[in-house]
């Protein structure tokens, strides 16, 4: 177990810049999830951390030892990848047990070792079963018994379950949860679903384009995001964003909706250009004297214990509206909107987040 | 499937097809075609010197019957004889003067017969000649000339192997300058043809002072690019991660190689190993370039050797050619799978 400390890491490949000097602590024991879209470089930073890919410069170091030069055999990290990468001609001892041969500890070393990971992992009806004759999530489950058999400095896990059925992903994403209360380990995950961010992570990284965008808890890069792309990437359904300005009396108007007092209007000037963030869950239904704004609705999807409800404003801006409860409203009707004042998120022309506190 | 539903194999259950028919006869045209020389070629092997120069030729092995006679040391060969009223009788021939026949009832071997050639008709029966393999590897050391080729393919085919092996993991799991030209280059000796290289390499293997030894037809070919190509094909189509996850996983080069990217190669190297074996149990030019005395001869060699420039030993040759055949045929029986199922995998994934 160890901690990861990155400085101004650089990647590119010829004129492509795919990280753009990231620097990083991650403390040990930490859980880390990289978020961010497809194309952001956070399964580059993974491999650059892992020793599979050089970095064009930085450095990185893995409990306070520059590790930039050495090779990934060298590193003592352990890796899960998004296709589990099993040896397919070995059975599972096999497999779980192959890094331990090439550490060269003792048998009855490795044996117990391995006993005691598929154990753990529930894989032992299976042990001398070859991948080829397991389920997703078993093979799944052998990969990453093959991470933890080795007790290594940091695990890292490259998108584990994006190849699995919904199912499976929650009921593995949850055991991994319990895997990480169990051992311990610094763990770093990279991930472009913000649920398994959101639900694994003590701390969050949100990458886009090559650089961090905001570390942090993940309820923190909800309730407080730095900039738009945040705001935007973190939730679902996505935030809703709204052109608007601030009015001469200090308050907000967002288009399509009348004047909001709203404490953050202040940090503005009077007639700035903005953009308003807000969450679907803090757009209400109201009735039609307390209403901001009236729009028309265009998809409802009812999932029992909460509704959403897909809008357009009247001047055609689409708004979600997340609903606690069951609503009548159905297709083509018009409903009465009401935005919470104190869960405005404002950005200015630069995609920064203002924020009062 | 049981070959027995394959060989009645149709179109539509239970009815004959025009293209059935059509297709069964192209295929037994075939099988004709490809089956028809080999038989040949079993079945003259059994075939006495006197019977492989008769014209018209026979299929089968067939030589006159003959008859020991009373008054005569020779065995008589048999004729049966029409004679002049009709009858036909069974004469044993003892000397024939110009269109004249001379012969005798073996039953009465006193009084002799006269009657003209066309009216005698050889006795003939079936008869394997087994001499025509036996006395080749009693007189000529046909045993050793099979013992060096069995070395020489068995040992050429591991060098062969291992080193193709190698080169193929550097040039498709590595990446480094010149990666690609090294490849070409590889590629690039196919062009060169053996009879172009063969007086350069003899000159080298000749200061090596290997001539006259295996070593000499095992060395030079053991690195063949068509290995290097077929391997290399292969394991690009091994997935990366497998790779990157050994090196996860602490594994040296040198285990990866071992342990992870040959055992994945396994088809491809089985179709190496049936290819490798072809060519060196029938390589013919350069082992009769390097390998001059007899102790050291190949099969090959050791068959040219029935070949002289005024005579051939007919019979030895087809005899030990059926010889010369059975192990590579051995080979393909036992590994047709692994050619078609290697093949097919080589490459295009």
Redesign the interface.
């Given at each position: 177990m160890a901690g990861l400390k990155l400085t101004k890491i650089c990647k590119s490949y010829g004129r492509v810049d795919v990280l753009r000097d990231i620097d990083l602590e991650v403390p040990d024991g930490a859980f880390v999830v990289f978020v961010g879209p497809s194309g952001c470089g956070k399964s580059t930073l993974l491999r650059a951390i892992?020793?599979?890919e050089r970095a064009t410069s930085g450095r990185i170091e893995i409990d306070g030892r520059d590790v930039t030069d050495e090779?990934?055999?060298e590193r003592g990290?352990?890796?899960v990848?998004?296709?589990y990468?099993?040896?397919?001609?070995m059975s599972v001892r096999q497999n779980i047990a192959?890094?331990l041969e090439?550490?060269r500890l003792p048998r009855a070393e490795i044996a117990a070792r391995v006993a005691r990971a598929a154990q753990m992992l529930r894989l032992e009806p299976y042990l001398d079963r070859k991948p080829g004759a397991l389920s997703g999530g078993q093979r799944q489950r052998v990969a990453i018994g093959?991470a933890v058999v080795?007790d290594p400095k940091i695990f890292l896990f490259d998108e584990p379950l994006s190849n699995l059925d919904a199912e499976l992903r929650v009921a593995t994403r949850k055991e991994l949860a319990a895997l990480h209360a169990e051992i311990g380990g610094t763990m770093i995950y990279v991930t472009h679903d913000q649920v398994e961010a959101m639900t694994l992570a003590d701390r969050i990284v949100v990458l886009n384009a090559g650089r961090i965008e905001q570390t942090g808890a993940p309820l923190d890069l909800y309730n407080r995001p730095e900039n738009r792309f945040v705001a935007g990437f973190i939730g679902s359904p996505r935030m809703n964003f709204l052109k608007g300005a601030t009015t001469q009396d200090g308050r907000i108007a967002a288009q399509g909706f009348a004047p909001i007092d709203a404490p953050v209007a202040r940090l503005l000037p009077a007639g700035a250009a903005c953009e308003i963030g807000i969450r679907p869950e803090h757009v209400h239904l109201v009735d039609a004297q307390a209403a901001d704004a009236t729009a028309k609705v265009e998809l409802v999807e009812r999932l029992g214990g909460e509704s959403f409800l897909y809008v357009r404003l009247a001047d055609g801006a689409p708004l979600t509206v997340k609903s606690a409860e069951q609503t009548p409203a159905r297709r083509g009707d018009e409903v009465a909107l009401r935005l919470d004042p104190a869960h405005l998120h404002l950005f200015d022309e630069a995609g920064r987040a203002r924020r009062l506190d | 499937m049981a070959s027995r539903s394959l060989l009645t194999l149709r179109r539509a259950p239970g009815r004959l097809d025009w293209t059935d028919v059509v297709t069964y006869a192209y295929l037994a045209l075939g099988v004709a075609l490809m089956f028809g020389p080999v038989l040949w070629l079993v079945l003259s092997s059994f075939k006495t010197p006197a019977a492989l120069l008769e014209f018209p030729p026979s299929l089968l092995p067939m030589a006159q019957k003959t008859v020991l006679v009373e008054g005569h040391e020779r065995p008589l060969e048999l004729y049966d004889v029409t004679m002049q009223d009709g009858t036909v009788r069974r004469l044993a021939q003892i000397r024939r003067v110009g269109i004249q026949a001379q012969l005798v009832d073996p039953a009465d071997p006193k009084t002799v017969i006269r009657v003209p050639i066309e009216q005698r008709q050889p006795v003939r029966e079936m008869a394997f000649a087994v001499s025509n393999y036996t006395e080749p590897l009693r007189i000529f050391d046909f045993g050793r000339f099979f013992g060096n080729s069995v070395f020489v393919t068995v040992v050429a085919t591991l060098i062969t192997l291992l080193i193709n092996s190698m080169a193929a993991f550097a040039l498709s799991i590595y990446e480094f300058r010149g990666k690609n030209a090294a490849l070409l280059m590889v590629i690039g000796t196919l062009m060169i043809p053996i009879a172009i290289i063969l007086a350069p390499v003899f000159l080298v293997v000749t200061q090596l002072g290997m001539n006259n030894s295996l070593w000499a037809v095992i060395l030079p070919g053991a690195a063949t690019p068509t290995g290097v190509f077929l391997l290399r094909q292969y394991m690009l189509t091994l997935?990366r991660?497998?790779i990157?996850?050994?090196?996860?996983?602490?594994?040296?080069e040198w285990?990866i190689y071992a342990?992870?990217v040959l055992?994945?190669t396994l088809p491809a190297l089985a179709v190496l190993a049936i290819f490798s074996i072809m060519w060196r149990w029938n390589e013919f030019l350069w082992p009769l370039a390097v390998l001059t005395k007899s102790e050291v001869y190949t099969l090959q060699i050791g068959l040219n050797a029935f070949q002289g420039e005024l005579q051939t030993q007919w019979h030895y040759l087809l005899a030990m050619t059926v010889v010369t055949l059975l192990p590579v045929t051995l080979v393909f029986v036992f590994l047709q799978k692994f050619i078609t199922t290697g093949i097919a995998n080589t490459g295009m994934k």
């Amino acid at each position: 177990m160890a901690g990861l400390k990155l400085t101004k890491i650089c990647k590119s490949y010829g004129r492509v810049d795919v990280l753009r000097d990231i620097d990083l602590e991650v403390p040990d024991g930490a859980f880390v999830v990289f978020v961010g879209p497809s194309g952001c470089g956070k399964s580059t930073l993974l491999r650059a951390i892992a020793g599979l890919e050089r970095a064009t410069s930085g450095r990185i170091e893995i409990d306070g030892r520059d590790v930039t030069d050495e090779r990934a055999s060298e590193r003592g990290l352990a890796m899960v990848f998004q296709s589990y990468a099993l040896y397919p001609h070995m059975s599972v001892r096999q497999n779980i047990a192959f890094a331990l041969e090439n550490m060269r500890l003792p048998r009855a070393e490795i044996a117990a070792r391995v006993a005691r990971a598929a154990q753990m992992l529930r894989l032992e009806p299976y042990l001398d079963r070859k991948p080829g004759a397991l389920s997703g999530g078993q093979r799944q489950r052998v990969a990453i018994g093959r991470a933890v058999v080795r007790d290594p400095k940091i695990f890292l896990f490259d998108e584990p379950l994006s190849n699995l059925d919904a199912e499976l992903r929650v009921a593995t994403r949850k055991e991994l949860a319990a895997l990480h209360a169990e051992i311990g380990g610094t763990m770093i995950y990279v991930t472009h679903d913000q649920v398994e961010a959101m639900t694994l992570a003590d701390r969050i990284v949100v990458l886009n384009a090559g650089r961090i965008e905001q570390t942090g808890a993940p309820l923190d890069l909800y309730n407080r995001p730095e900039n738009r792309f945040v705001a935007g990437f973190i939730g679902s359904p996505r935030m809703n964003f709204l052109k608007g300005a601030t009015t001469q009396d200090g308050r907000i108007a967002a288009q399509g909706f009348a004047p909001i007092d709203a404490p953050v209007a202040r940090l503005l000037p009077a007639g700035a250009a903005c953009e308003i963030g807000i969450r679907p869950e803090h757009v209400h239904l109201v009735d039609a004297q307390a209403a901001d704004a009236t729009a028309k609705v265009e998809l409802v999807e009812r999932l029992g214990g909460e509704s959403f409800l897909y809008v357009r404003l009247a001047d055609g801006a689409p708004l979600t509206v997340k609903s606690a409860e069951q609503t009548p409203a159905r297709r083509g009707d018009e409903v009465a909107l009401r935005l919470d004042p104190a869960h405005l998120h404002l950005f200015d022309e630069a995609g920064r987040a203002r924020r009062l506190d | 499937m049981a070959s027995r539903s394959l060989l009645t194999l149709r179109r539509a259950p239970g009815r004959l097809d025009w293209t059935d028919v059509v297709t069964y006869a192209y295929l037994a045209l075939g099988v004709a075609l490809m089956f028809g020389p080999v038989l040949w070629l079993v079945l003259s092997s059994f075939k006495t010197p006197a019977a492989l120069l008769e014209f018209p030729p026979s299929l089968l092995p067939m030589a006159q019957k003959t008859v020991l006679v009373e008054g005569h040391e020779r065995p008589l060969e048999l004729y049966d004889v029409t004679m002049q009223d009709g009858t036909v009788r069974r004469l044993a021939q003892i000397r024939r003067v110009g269109i004249q026949a001379q012969l005798v009832d073996p039953a009465d071997p006193k009084t002799v017969i006269r009657v003209p050639i066309e009216q005698r008709q050889p006795v003939r029966e079936m008869a394997f000649a087994v001499s025509n393999y036996t006395e080749p590897l009693r007189i000529f050391d046909f045993g050793r000339f099979f013992g060096n080729s069995v070395f020489v393919t068995v040992v050429a085919t591991l060098i062969t192997l291992l080193i193709n092996s190698m080169a193929a993991f550097a040039l498709s799991i590595y990446e480094f300058r010149g990666k690609n030209a090294a490849l070409l280059m590889v590629i690039g000796t196919l062009m060169i043809p053996i009879a172009i290289i063969l007086a350069p390499v003899f000159l080298v293997v000749t200061q090596l002072g290997m001539n006259n030894s295996l070593w000499a037809v095992i060395l030079p070919g053991a690195a063949t690019p068509t290995g290097v190509f077929l391997l290399r094909q292969y394991m690009l189509t091994l997935p990366r991660d497998l790779i990157e996850a050994a090196r996860m996983d602490k594994a040296s080069e040198w285990r990866i190689y071992a342990r992870i990217v040959l055992p994945l190669t396994l088809p491809a190297l089985a179709v190496l190993a049936i290819f490798s074996i072809m060519w060196r149990w029938n390589e013919f030019l350069w082992p009769l370039a390097v390998l001059t005395k007899s102790e050291v001869y190949t099969l090959q060699i050791g068959l040219n050797a029935f070949q002289g420039e005024l005579q051939t030993q007919w019979h030895y040759l087809l005899a030990m050619t059926v010889v010369t055949l059975l192990p590579v045929t051995l080979v393909f029986v036992f590994l047709q799978k692994f050619i078609t199922t290697g093949i097919a995998n080589t490459g295009m994934k």
